[in-house]
């Protein structure tokens, strides 16, 4: 049997509130190649897709799209293949659906040094059979960091792409030396094709490796990051694109999390008309724990952040909106000598709803960030585990009824 097995979904005892349940997740048969990893769950209002990365080769890697059809997920389709990618655990490619139209990206190695690679899109307009590769995001040609991209569906004919983007950085590494300027936070408006329409700065000293991301309210596009200070506070910023201008960034709430280097821990948002529900990881004061608001007015401003993991929480955050008024909430965390995947239902008043585990995962890098999208009356989740040296991914789903 392996290491990293389903289980039984159950209550975590302590102060949480509601009546004990036992559930059992339904597994989801993966229906790529033995060896696959950062898987990438993408829901739209009637479809769910699934993008994965697997080796061809120790230079070659491949990544490919599923989609959920008639209760399993049907054969990968090929995306792009190429060599001397970036591959890793924490900044992945993904892709996203604007209405049948398909955007992806990648990521591929600009020069020898370990952090230097560049975003390049790959495109499918839905009039279209073959996919558009290997497009450039960014405009520059400096051999540095781009990535931790997102993406979202903006208009009926374009995409909004976000990324951290090292321009102004002497690449190479995170080491954050007094000759290395900022990692800067950049965004895109991209067309079905592909074509970058314009791009802007957001702000021009964010923390190096945290994702980013995006979401479409009632009132506009949001992002939201991983801010870095000058006193080196490096918590959750937002921006809002208003009237046509994007706000000035402003955290969301002030953790006060002081740290030297990036914690490789981003936030995550989703947006449902003016309702945001937005959760993140922090270890301020040497204490982690994972966070969570709401917005009601399009992210214009949150309501006190509400603690749900305390203590041996590990983060890797992933949140969906079940309606305006409630959520969930999906985190890896440590419990004794294991480590699991997590999900808790979250509302506006802040009130406490039973926690679950979900599946016992690998706590190491390798394992990634988990995902976890709604899809009709279903919540599905998907995972990296680990056997012996090679890399499989999980997938499950369980009933929204159930939460």
């Not at 490619?93 to 020898?112: C, E, F, R, T, Y």
């Not at 995409?159 to 895109?188: E, F, I, P, Q």
Request: hydrophobic fraction near 40%; proline fraction near 4%.
């Amino acid at each position: 049997m392996k290491n990293y097995a389903y289980l039984l979904l159950f209550l975590l005892g302590s102060c949480q509130l509601g009546e004990e349940k036992l559930w059992q997740a339904e597994k989801i048969d993966f229906p790529g190649p033995a060896i696959a990893s950062l898987p990438v769950l993408l829901a739209s209002e009637d479809r769910l897709l699934l993008s994965f990365v697997s080796p061809l080769s120790d230079s070659t890697h491949a990544l490919y799209f599923s989609e959920f059809k008639e209760e399993a997920f049907t054969s990968p389709q090929l995306i792009t293949e190429g060599k001397d990618w970036f591959v890793n655990w924490a900044d992945f490619p993904a892709i996203v659906d604007n209405q049948g139209n398909l955007l992806a990206h990648i990521l591929q190695k600009s020069s020898p040094a370990t952090f230097s690679y560049d975003v390049q899109l790959q495109a499918l307009p839905k009039s279209e059979s073959k996919w558009q590769n290997n497009l450039p995001l960014h405009q520059d040609s400096t051999l540095t960091e781009h990535g931790f991209v997102s993406s979202i569906a903006y208009s009926d004919s374009s995409y909004l792409v976000t990324w951290l983007d090292g321009r102004n950085t002497s690449g190479g590494g995170h080491d954050h030396s007094a000759h290395s300027g900022a990692m800067t936070l950049r965004v895109a408006e991209v067309n079905l094709q592909g074509k970058v329409i314009w791009d802007e700065l957001l702000d021009a000293r964010t923390c190096d490796c945290c994702q980013t991301s995006a979401a479409m309210t009632a009132e506009g596009p949001i992002i939201l990051y991983r801010n870095r200070s000058d006193r080196e506070i490096r918590d959750i910023a937002i921006t809002r694109l208003v009237n046509g201008k994007w706000t000035e960034p402003r955290v969301i709430h002030a953790d006060g999390w002081e740290i030297m280097g990036c914690p490789v821990n981003g936030p995550k948002v989703d947006a449902r008309g003016e309702t945001v529900l937005a959760a993140w990881f922090t270890n301020a004061d040497q204490s982690s724990a994972v966070k969570v608001a709401f917005s009601s007015n399009s992210g214009a401003d949150f309501s006190q952040a509400q603690t749900i993991s305390t203590g041996d929480a590990l983060g890797r955050v992933d949140v969906t909106l079940l309606n305006d008024e409630e959520g969930l909430v999906s985190w890896m965390e440590m419990k004794e000598d294991l480590t699991y995947l997590m999900v808790q239902k979250v509302n506006q008043e802040g009130n406490l709803f039973p926690a679950y585990q979900i599946a016992v995962m690998n706590p190491s890098r390798r394992s990634g960030f988990p995902q976890m999208e709604r899809f009709g009356d279903w919540i599905y989740f998907a995972w990296t585990e680990m056997e012996e040296s090679d890399t499989q991914i999980a997938l499950a789903r369980v009933g929204v009824d159930n939460f």
